[in-house]
C-alpha cells in the first residue's frame, strides 16, 4: 500500500505561481512513478505531468509544457509540482497518483495505469 497526501493549493490571480506537493508513504518507492492529474468541474480527470521516481524522466501534458516543472526529493518522498504563469484553465482539483508497477512510457498519461490516488487539493486561478 502506498499512501498519497497533497498540499499546496489555493487561490492565485493569473500569471502567479503555486507549488504543490505529494507526500508519498507505505512501500518502498524504488520501482515506482508518480504523476499529478487534474479534473475540473464537469470535465473528465486529465493528465498534467509524471516522474519516474529512480530515474527522474519526466514527462508532460502540452498544456502546461514549459510552466509546469514536477520533480522529487528522494529523502523526504516527496513530488513537487511546480506551477508557474497560471491561467483561469488551470483552474481543477489537483491529484497525485502513483504506480508501483513497471509502466511504458506511453502509459503514464492514462489515469488507469495508476494504483493509488490522494484525496487532492484544489487551485483556482482568477482572471
Known amino acids: 500500500q502506498v499512501q498519497l497526501v497533497e498540499s499546496g493549493g489555493g487561490l492565485v490571480h493569473a500569471g502567479g505561481s503555486l507549488r504543490l506537493s505529494c507526500v508519498a508513504s507505505g512501500r518502498t518507492l524504488c520501482s515506482i512513478a508518480i504523476a499529478w492529474f487534474r479534473q475540473a468541474p464537469g470535465e473528465a480527470r486529465e493528465f498534467v505531468a509524471a516522474?519516474?521516481?529512480?530515474?527522474?524522466?519526466?514527462y508532460y501534458a502540452d498544456a502546461v509544457k514549459g510552466r509546469f516543472n514536477i520533480s522529487r526529493d528522494r529523502g523526504a518522498n516527496t513530488v513537487y509540482l511546480q506551477m508557474n504563469s497560471l491561467e483561469p484553465e488551470d483552474t481543477a482539483v489537483y491529484y497525485c497518483a502513483a504506480v508501483l508497477r513497471p509502466t511504458l512510457a506511453g502509459l503514464l498519461n492514462v489515469a488507469g495505469s495508476y494504483d493509488y490516488w490522494g484525496q487532492g487539493t484544489q487551485v483556482t486561478v482568477s482572471s
Open positions: 516522474i519516474r521516481w529512480m530515474t527522474i524522466n519526466t
